[in-house]
């Protein structure tokens, strides 16, 4: 079944503890991204990757850094949590280039809580 | 830049039809596309417009003007399933980004 995974789906931390969120997908997809949703804020993307080794800072980066070591993968890190992070995360994943953007899949989101 | 406007909440009776509209902003526009997303899930994809006019998919059909800078979501035959938000979001060329909207809550009474 072609899907995108993320790992933990729920997860509640403390200030400034290191924590990873993993995000895989099965499709062969070169686009890989991630967003946090907040009420009233919509979809804003963190960081975005187009293939292997290349990552971009999407609209709201700061306090998060990522990596694309293998193409299915793409971890979401946070090196110090704060509480201002606590959100619901999605990862995606598409067929998109530059030139002609396509839809997006969605994992299920991980709806993290810093205390 | 680009900016995406869509009104926050619309309500409709089942059985009804109802339009959501979506103005947007965009230098080098590539697309526009409609997702769903019901409560505490992932969106899912509904349509894509990049030509304009008039996109039907069964109970759903989507619209685009780029002159205007406008699309329209429309839902026919409504269900109580279809209590959700549908977000608009946009594509441009030279951007890697899909832009999207804060997403219109439609809510769905018997």
């Known amino acids: 079944e072609a899907q995108v995974t993320q790992n933990p789906r729920y997860l509640i931390t403390v200030t400034g503890k290191k924590l990873t969120v993993t995000c895989s997908q099965n499709m062969n997809h070169e686009y890989m991204s991630w967003y946090r949703q907040d009420p009233g804020l919509g979809l804003r993307q963190i960081y975005y990757s187009m293939n292997v080794e290349v990552t971009d800072k999407g609209d709201v980066p700061e306090g998060y850094k990522v990596s694309r070591k293998e193409k299915r993968n793409f971890p979401l890190i946070l090196e110090s949590p704060s509480p201002n992070q606590t959100s619901l995360y999605f990862c995606?994943?598409?067929?998109?280039?530059?030139?002609?953007?396509?839809?997006?899949?969605f994992g299920p989101g991980t709806r993290l809580t810093v205390t | 830049g680009q900016n995406i406007d869509q009104p926050t909440e619309m309500t409709a009776t089942e059985g009804a039809i109802v339009q959501i509209n979506c103005t947007y902003q965009t230098s080098g526009f590539n697309g526009l596309f409609w997702y769903q997303q019901h409560a505490g899930e992932a969106p899912t994809f509904l349509s894509y417009n990049v030509l304009d006019g008039l996109e039907e998919k069964g109970r759903f059909s989507s619209f685009l003007s780029r002159s205007k800078g406008y699309s329209y979501l429309l839902l026919k035959e409504l269900q109580m399933k279809d209590s959700a938000s549908y977000l608009c979001a946009v594509g441009a060329y030279n951007t890697d980004k899909l832009i999207f909207g804060t997403g219109t809550r439609l809510q769905v009474f018997p």
């Open positions: 995606a994943s598409s067929l998109s280039t530059r030139e002609a953007p396509y839809e997006q899949y």
